[in-house]
Structure formats: C-alpha cells, structure tokens
C-alpha cells in the first residue's frame, strides 16, 4: 500500500493536506488503445505546433533579411555619395564645381614636367 499525500493551496498556503490511499493491485489497466490513441493526439499536436513554429520563424529570419539587404544597399548608396564629394574639407570650404566644361577652345598647353602626349596609336613612351 502506497501513500500519496496531495497538497491543497487555501487561504493559508498547504496548511491543510488531503492524503488518499491508492492501491494499484484493484486499478485496471488502461487500454493499448487508448494509449495509442493518446500518444497520436499527442504527436498530432507537437507536430502541429512546430510546424507553425518553423513557419513563424521562417517568416521573421526573411524579414530580418529582407532589411538587412535594404540597409547594405542603403549602405552602398551613401557611400558612394560621399566617395562623390571632391572637397572633403572644413565645414566653411564652398564646393568648386569641377564639372564646368573647359571655355577655352583647342588642345591644352603642354606641361614641362613630363613626355609629350603621344600623337600616334602605338605604344605608349617609356617611363623611368
């Protein structure tokens, strides 16, 4: 004979306790099918469950990488934004627009610190 005491929670927390005797020998059995059909129920349920699980978390590793995709492209914007700034200078500096065509017309004076430009399409003059 085995004794099982059974906590109650009341107004004064497990003060008072129920005990019950349970004696195993007069308790039938439970049936094969139901505890088959209590182990489906059960794989049913857990299955469903993570199912949905794999789908929710699925769904919000997308998101989370569909936002990292936009913020590196984002990323590759402003930096060619700033790669763009030719003054990169104090705050007070105004840009210079270098864009502006040339106003003078014809080829552009020769530089003295160097080769002359090559006239002809043959190899370029050797440097040292």
Request: hydrophobic share 30%; glycine share 6%.
């Amino acid at each position: 004979v085995q004794r099982i005491v059974y906590p109650v929670a009341g107004p004064t927390q497990y003060k008072m306790q129920i005990s019950r005797v349970i004696e195993y020998d007069e308790v039938e059995p439970v049936k094969p099918a139901l505890t088959v059909a209590f182990i489906n129920n059960f794989v049913i349920n857990t299955t469903g469950f993570l199912n949905r699980f794999s789908v929710l978390c699925e769904d919000k590793l997308n998101n989370v990488n569909r936002m990292i995709h936009r913020l590196e492209i984002t990323m590759l914007l402003l930096e060619e934004k700033l790669n763009s700034i030719e003054n990169s200078g104090s705050p007070g500096d105004a840009p210079t627009n270098n864009s502006a065509p040339p106003t003078s017309s014809g080829p552009p004076p020769p530089t003295s610190n160097g080769p002359p430009p090559p006239t002809s399409n043959g190899p370029p003059p050797p440097t040292s």
